[in-house]
């Protein structure tokens, strides 16, 4: 049981080395803000693709490297890994479930990456969305990143998001990102990387949020 709930719940790791700064989501961004409130918690992000292993882990990724430099914590629960409920597995997708609103309690920020599509919902992100109890993200701001589609589908996906995102306690979303095709550079065989402009986009949503948290949430939340 430990075993699972480590694959779970404790995040996609991402590798322990460092982007270098070219696009001015470096040194001198961190120096603008001062992030000391969270030195005891993080950004938590929940993932609606359907696999680990895309552009979504990509941008998950980048958003790790920005909330590096600012000297951020950041988490992931994706939403693909909810155990099925039945018989087969007794008491894992509770615990599931437990294990991520704990996170989110204890989060600064959620950030819910979800593809933009022509589909009223994102159905994977709402399938874990839907487990949450009422009012989990209350007094936390929310960072939508929409992957794929056209930059018009992300009023159609936040629209579709909005009902979910009310009963859990947001009432606005705190920033939104799109992240198309044009979004990513690709060299050779290198894996798919963020262009500048998508990146300081990206960060520059980052830096809003952490603009908006209030420290005593956090320390309510420790």
């Known amino acids: 049981m430990r075993q699972l709930k480590q694959r779970f719940l404790d995040g996609f790791r991402y590798p322990a080395y460092r982007r270098p700064c070219h696009n001015g989501t470096g040194t001198h961004a961190n120096n603008q803000i001062n992030n000391s ?42 939403a693909v890994d909810l155990p099925p409920i039945g018989p087969a597995t007794p008491g894992i997708a509770d615990q599931f479930i437990a294990d991520t609103i704990e996170q989110i309690q204890k989060a600064a920020a959620i950030v819910l990456v979800a593809p933009a599509t022509k589909d009223t919902s994102p159905a994977l992100l709402t399938s874990l969305l839907d487990f949450l109890p009422k009012n989990t993200f209350s007094s936390k701001p929310v960072l939508l990143l929409a992957t794929g589609g056209l930059p018009g589908q992300v009023a159609i996906l936040e629209r579709a998001l909005r009902h979910i995102l009310f009963r859990l306690g947001t009432t606005s979303i705190a920033g939104r990102v799109h992240i ?33 948290v209030n420290p005593k949430d956090v320390s309510l939340a420790l």
């Open 37 to 78: 409130i969270f030195n005891m918690s993080y950004f938590i992000a929940l993932s609606g693709s359907p696999t680990k292993f895309s552009k979504a882990s990509f941008l998950l990724q980048s958003v790790r490297w920005i909330l590096d430099e600012r000297a951020v914590e950041f988490r992931v629960v994706h």
């Open 180 to 212: 198309g095709t044009g979004s990513w550079l690709f060299v050779g065989d290198d894996r798919p990387r963020l262009s500048r402009g998508a990146e300081r986009e990206v960060a520059h949503a980052i830096d809003l949020v952490l603009r908006t």
